[in-house]
């Protein structure tokens, strides 16, 4: 995670900024400083998440896990505020997607650029959204959904997350990192197996305390 700030003025649009987060990903494949890409997504349904986002402990903590593996993308704080005040004023529940402290022009929303970056028409929240980027294009993505709606316990899943992440690259030589596709492979793999086992031990929870509720009328 680096501070990356998008050059404000009046003539920026989606694709400006798409090709600006592709260079910024590039460059950091280029310069060693990340082997995989990801944004945390929250929109005003998801407070917790944004308030994470707004804490500099947590960010530094990100930060320190994610290393030079991944860069991770968040949204600014400038830019949080100004949608905020945009929704309210127009009552209308926007779709924010966070990027590593980026500012964006005052009109683009930031289900603009997912819709850009990974041809999606709907994504959603919260969730983190793990990209990688072969020449200046996103050639694959896959999205975990976040599920805690408390801002420690959703903290702490968003670290296990990118933990998780940096873990399934922590054995692979400097000689294959620009193995890109089998890099992005690993990551993926190592995330949606957690997910199945997640959701197998919430499953799992649910039959068991069905059957205590069951058990005492039988």
Not at 42 to 52: Q, S, W
Not at 186 to 199: V, Y
Request: hydrophobic share 40%; with cysteine; charged share 25%.
């Amino acid at each position: 995670m680096f501070p990356i700030v998008y050059p404000n003025n009046k003539n920026a649009n989606a694709d400006n900024l798409r090709d600006y987060i592709m260079k910024v990903c590039q460059t950091h494949k280029a310069e060693g400083k990340a082997l995989a890409f990801a944004f945390i997504v929250a929109d005003l349904h998801n407070p917790h998440v944004n308030k994470i986002l707004h804490d500099h402990n947590y960010i530094n903590a990100l930060h320190e896990i994610s290393g030079k593996t991944l860069t991770v993308f968040f949204l600014m704080d400038d830019y949080v505020n100004r949608a905020i005040i945009n929704s309210s004023n127009s009552n209308r529940i926007l779709l924010e997607l966070g990027v590593e402290p980026l500012s964006g022009p005052p009109s683009l929303m930031p289900k603009q650029l997912a819709k850009i970056l990974i041809e999606e028409e709907i994504l959603q929240t919260p969730c983190i959204l793990f990209f990688q980027v072969e020449e200046y294009n996103v050639t694959d993505f896959f999205i975990t959904k976040l599920r805690e709606n408390k801002i420690e316990d959703g903290f702490l899943e968003i670290k296990d997350i990118i933990e998780k992440a940096v873990r399934s690259l922590a054995k692979v030589k400097p000689e294959n990192h620009k193995n890109s596709k089998e890099l992005f492979s690993l990551i993926k793999q190592e995330i949606e197996s957690s997910e199945f086992w997640k959701n197998a031990t919430k499953v799992y929870q649910k039959i068991v305390k069905l059957k205590e509720f069951i058990l005492p009328f039988t």
